[in-house]
């Protein structure tokens, strides 16, 4: 199947992580000019874009100057923005063990994670889509958490964040699509398995997965298909919508 995204400039966030890697490969294996960022392994974000033939910025989650840097180079680059992928995370629980519960959390922490997971997201959506619109196509994809709709003790301040964002997307295709073939998705993963986790993924009981109908985790490149797929000029209709992609938890 063709997708469409030959030719188009893709940002994906948080591209050195354990799903922003495998997103960013999908989407130059389908021709994509690929610009992924980076907060601080810069060298493997370096080596990603050349591997890519792509560009690496580095992005700060919640920083409106870095946002802006971000959209400028891109611009300099290729002279357009046609995806935007959400994926850079602020992970920060609020350690009900160590603290005795959310409400104790030290709000530096609390406030930082609920902050910058979503006024970050929203912030460098906002500085991409007025040239969506100018362009008349577009696609973003915010990736979440199944923690925002499942919860976990420890995840309170994470899931409000990416529970606002689905809220956020939700209106915005309405927006957005009144704009042209604009179309706006959040992916919500489950636990999956990953480069960057199996010192959790691989000692899990085998009662945790019972609890998943496929009776596995997920892949990171199994999160990737469907994220690129949304991105892509193939979905022509899937806007405003919230997808788990989690195994069928």
Do not use: C
């Not at 989407?27 to 050349?50: I, N, S």
């Not at 300099?76 to 959310?102: I, K």
């Amino acid at each position: 199947m063709d997708l469409g995204l030959n030719g188009r400039t893709v940002i994906v966030t948080g591209a050195t992580g354990g799903l922003g890697e495998p997103i960013a490969r999908r989407f130059a294996a389908e021709g994509a000019d690929v610009v992924v960022t980076y907060h601080d392994a810069a060298d493997a974000a370096a080596k990603l874009a050349a591997d890519l033939g792509g560009r690496a910025f580095r992005f700060e989650l919640g920083d409106p100057a870095s946002a802006r840097d971000l959209v400028e180079g891109v611009l300099a680059w290729t002279g357009r923005v046609d995806v935007l992928v959400n994926n850079a995370v602020r992970w920060g629980s609020a350690e009900p063990d160590r603290t005795g519960g959310f409400e104790n959390t030290p709000d530096d922490l609390w406030l930082r994670v609920l902050r910058d997971n979503i006024e970050g997201a929203v912030a460098l959506t906002r500085l991409v889509t007025p040239h969506m619109r100018e362009r008349g196509w577009g696609r973003l994809v915010h990736v979440s958490s199944s923690i925002a709709s499942h919860g976990m003790a420890g995840g309170e301040f994470y899931g409000a964040a990416k529970a606002a964002l689905s809220g956020f997307n939700r209106s915005a295709a309405f927006s957005l699509g009144r704009s042209g073939d604009i179309l706006t998705n959040v992916v919500s993963p489950g636990l999956t398995r990953t480069r960057n986790n199996t010192h959790i993924t691989d000692t899990l009981p085998e009662a945790y997965l019972d609890t998943i109908p496929l009776v596995r985790l997920l892949t990171a490149e199994e999160i990737a298909a469907p994220v690129v797929f949304l991105a892509s000029a193939a979905n022509t209709g899937i806007t405003g919508q919230v997808i788990a992609v989690d195994g069928g938890v």
